[in-house]
């Protein structure tokens, strides 16, 4: 049974241009979160989406953008990249109708931006 | 908004001793859970015990265990019989019960542990 999953593991992009990371959640699982987590910090919370809605979102701009697809899947679309927004981006899901079931991390990817 | 100190960047512990990881957080809510997660080089944040702020008892799983002390809003994870696998960062969480949509999880900075052969 594979955890959750995410694409790409490493990515470097230049200043200004847009990404894409995508995440699978664990099998079972239907809510899926995202954390960029800076060298040195703790994750901090970016948004989570449930029924392919957003249903919560941290203190990040609009540049930072999701989308969750029928299969539970999840995109976070980062646009006009800045040379902060370097980090290792993690996604989070959690089983389907447990509320107050731990979230359950992938491995992360790590983006450079330059 | 909740916040979740850890104060000590770093701790070793010799192997087989018991060491003791420092967090503290603050909240006007009643409600909540608490979370001590491991991240190891793989990166992946694996949970390693929990807490519900309403239970007394303290919280352990084999060799971990913490001190949950609500009025100190004080929550510290201590290892017992240190093993080389416990060497990584570890992350002290928090979690609002207030229910769906109220489900982030704010992390402090986290402590590296390392583990003296």
């Known amino acids: 049974d594979a955890g959750v999953t995410q694409s790409p593991t490493h990515l470097i992009k230049t200043r200004g241009q847009q990404v894409t990371l995508r995440c699978s959640p664990k099998?079972?699982?239907?809510?899926v979160s995202w954390y960029q987590q800076a060298l040195g910090q703790g994750p901090q919370f970016i948004f989570q989406y449930y029924e392919e809605e957003e249903r919560q979102r941290g203190n990040f701009p609009d540049r930072f953008s999701g989308h969750q697809f029928p299969n539970y899947s999840s995109e976070l679309n980062v646009n006009a990249l800045l040379l902060g927004d370097s980090a290792l981006y993690l996604c989070a899901s959690r089983p389907k109708g447990l509320l107050n079931s731990p979230l359950h991390f992938g491995n992360g990817t790590r983006l450079t931006v330059t | 908004a909740q916040t979740v100190t850890q104060s000590q960047p770093e701790m070793s512990v010799q192997e087989a001793e018991t060491v003791t990881l420092s967090c503290t957080y603050d909240t006007s809510e009643s409600d909540y859970y608490l979370f001590w997660y491991k991240q190891p080089p793989s990166r992946q944040m694996i949970l390693v015990i929990r807490?519900?702020?309403?239970?007394?008892q303290n919280a352990t799983e084999n060799r971990f265990s913490v001190n949950f002390q609500k009025a100190a809003k004080s929550f510290s994870l201590k290892i017992s019989d240190s093993q080389l696998g416990d060497a990584a960062m570890y992350f002290c969480?928090?979690?609002?019960?207030?229910?769906?949509?109220?489900?982030?999880?704010?992390f402090g900075t986290g402590t590296r542990l390392t583990i003296i052969p």
């Open positions: 807490q519900e702020a309403y239970k007394q």
């Open positions: 099998s079972g699982h239907d809510t």
């Open positions: 969480a928090y979690r609002s019960a207030r229910g769906f949509g109220n489900e982030k999880l704010t």
